[in-house]
């Protein structure tokens, strides 16, 4: 079988930086015959051919997918009225339903939708809202064409351990739900890059031995035990605390706010230091959905660690010296980061 020809909407956003130089690497190596990006805004992208893309406008899309394989979706998080897709203009379900459609006219193959966060599915909460439309979009793309496939990441090491999610790290405090025994599982950078090139190619050259919804982690740990680690490479001298809700009570309290809480709070949005992200996340974890190692999606595109080796989560903690995001938050950034 020919080598694919794989399209990259979001290539310059913050999973498409993750999963471009590995996506170049394998053009390099010859597991890719092109590499395409499809951008609103054409340029800072090398080694791939840029295509300007109007949503509104099927030749547009037509071109740039014409001849593609397998189209990969991975922008995310960008101002409030785009979404989570991270398209051109306000109506971004249109946007998204017009990718799609112009994958199915041209034939593509594969299509990997914009997750990489949360397995919400055999959560107790898939009708929130923002989880909702986004397994709606992966219904209908499984409709037209021949294999969707979905990605999971948890939340990403290199990030998720910030203050506006509970962990208060200048403070040396986690504020949390539950005592922090329940395992939880984290993604490296790297390997969300890794996983998505695995999945993406094989997807293609082995369909039935992809799943539809692929569940990935480099590290699970309780909180009780990320924070052992931690301490170990903190030169504070001081043990960070665990302060945690009891569940019952964080649900009651969620039951009670979550009208006044923005749907895209669930996840993290508003980039103010006054911000604060939506408790939801934190219940998900107390109750064991975010422990990605009772799936089998490490094994099937990673198996034992032969392909590459996991970033250890000791090796993270030892570079931020047991302390990260300690007067900084990872989304204070432009917003072009996010919507380039």
Not at 90 to 109: F, G, M, P
Request: charged share 25%; proline share 6%.
């Amino acid at each position: 079988m020919a080598a694919p020809i794989v399209a990259v909407v979001g290539a310059t956003g913050y999973v498409g930086k993750l999963v471009m130089p590995w996506l170049q690497d394998a053009v390099e190596k010859g597991r890719i015959k092109e590499l395409r990006v499809l951008s609103r805004r054409p340029g800072g992208v090398n080694s791939a051919k840029v295509f300007a893309v109007d949503y509104d406008k099927k030749e547009s899309l037509d071109e740039a997918l014409s001849g593609a394989n397998v189209l990969l979706s991975i922008p995310l998080v960008s101002r409030a009225n785009v979404g989570m897709m991270g398209l051109q203009g306000n109506d971004w379900q249109k946007n998204k339903e017009a990718l799609v459609d112009a994958a199915a006219r041209n034939k593509v193959s594969v299509y990997i939708p914009s997750e990489f966060g949360t397995y919400y599915y055999p959560t107790n909460y898939p009708n929130h809202p923002i989880f909702e439309l986004k397994a709606h979009h992966f219904a209908e793309a499984k409709k037209k064409i021949p294999k969707v496939v979905a990605i999971f990441t948890s939340l990403i090491m290199e990030q998720g351990f910030f203050r506006d999610l509970g962990f208060d790290n200048e403070k040396e405090v986690w504020t949390i739900v539950g005592p922090g025994d329940v395992p939880v599982s984290f993604t490296a950078n790297d390997d969300v890059g890794r996983f998505t090139v695995e999945a993406a190619i094989m997807a293609y050259e082995e369909p039935d031995k992809i799943p539809n919804k692929l569940v990935i982690y480099s590290s699970t740990m309780t909180f009780q035990q990320y924070a052992e680690i931690f301490d170990k490479y903190a030169t504070t001298g001081n043990k960070i605390k665990i302060q945690g809700k009891p569940l019952p009570q964080a649900k009651e309290e969620w039951e009670n706010m979550k009208h006044k809480v923005p749907v895209y709070m669930v996840f993290f949005l508003e980039y103010s230091a006054n911000s604060k992200v939506g408790p939801l996340l934190l219940i998900m974890m107390a109750e064991g959905h975010f422990d990605h190692s009772i799936y089998d999606g490490n094994e099937i595109l990673n198996p034992n660690e032969s392909k590459w080796k996991l970033r250890d989560f000791e090796d993270y903690a030892r570079e931020v010296k047991g302390r990260p995001w300690v007067g900084k938050q990872p989304f204070d950034l432009p917003f072009d980061e996010f919507t380039k």
